[in-house]
């Protein structure tokens, strides 16, 4: 069995694989400060809910954090699993056409990489993966990730009307808003919602413009299921889909226990 760790700004999610499957999944905060020990127990507590120990060999991790993922190798280690970091000089089936590869987040690529092996033939693919920031990435029917845009995502965007006013109020974001806003909390947040919904559409109609096939469009991170329903493009929304590139990593790079 596979250990999948993706490390994002905001949380951790964990999943489980037996023979390219997912067999579950969990999440945690990205904590501020945490050690290899407290890791360990997380870990462990994963693998207890869902697994037998003793059929856990590997752990493959994606990290946009620095620091975290040395901790997580060496939590892995503790437990008596090999552990590896994935970054873009691992074969993930793609091309990456990008003026310095290894500034590409890891997750954006293994993103690209699962949404690859599922496509149809002849199809460009619009990944939009709705995190703590927000990238839109075109890939190619080739195979070839051409990059994209990152801004930013829901909840920096609500610290950024805190921070950047003096009279808004203190809100909690939520998952919907009426349009038009009649009080200044749902203006807020149907500001950030519907803004971001229509970022991500807009981008991908520019994006598709530039592809010379059928596109195909597919929403994923910590806030897809959120913006998913204020969307108007023909989204596929699919909040796995970093995890299942970590998978498809282990089974292309040959990883032997």
Not at 2 to 30: E, M, P, Q, V, Y
Not at 169 to 187: H, K, Q, R
């Amino acid at each position: 069995m596979l250990i999948a760790l993706d490390i994002g700004n905001t949380h951790i999610d964990f999943g489980l694989f037996s023979d390219g499957a997912l067999l579950a999944r969990d999440r945690i905060r990205t904590p501020d400060q945490a050690g290899e020990t407290d890791h360990a127990i997380w870990l462990m507590d994963f693998i207890a809910k869902h697994a037998n120990h003793q059929h856990v060999k590997r752990a493959l991790i994606a990290s946009v954090v620095r620091g975290i993922e040395t901790d997580l190798i060496a939590a892995c280690n503790r437990c008596d699993i090999a552990a590896h970091s994935v970054d873009s000089d691992w074969d993930l089936g793609l091309q990456i056409r990008y003026d310095n590869p290894q500034h590409v987040g890891t997750d954006r690529l293994l993103a690209a990489s699962a949404a690859l092996a599922e496509a149809p033939p002849n199809t460009a693919l619009v990944i939009a993966d709705a995190g703590t920031a927000i990238t839109v990435d075109l890939l190619s029917a080739e195979g070839t990730f051409l990059g994209g845009t990152i801004a930013p995502g829901l909840q920096m965007m609500l610290k950024s009307l805190r921070a950047g006013t003096s009279l808004l109020p203190e809100i909690e974001l939520g998952d919907s808003a009426p349009l038009p806003a009649g009080n200044t909390p749902d203006g807020m947040r149907a500001g950030i919602l519907f803004g971001a919904a229509s970022l991500i559409d807009g981008l991908r109609d520019r994006l598709g413009e530039i592809a010379d096939t059928p596109i195909q469009s597919i929403l994923t991170g910590g806030d897809a299921q959120r913006l998913y329903p204020l969307t108007r493009s023909n989204w596929r929304c699919d909040s796995t889909l970093v995890l299942r590139g970590l998978c498809i990593a282990y089974e292309r790079n040959k990883l032997t226990v």
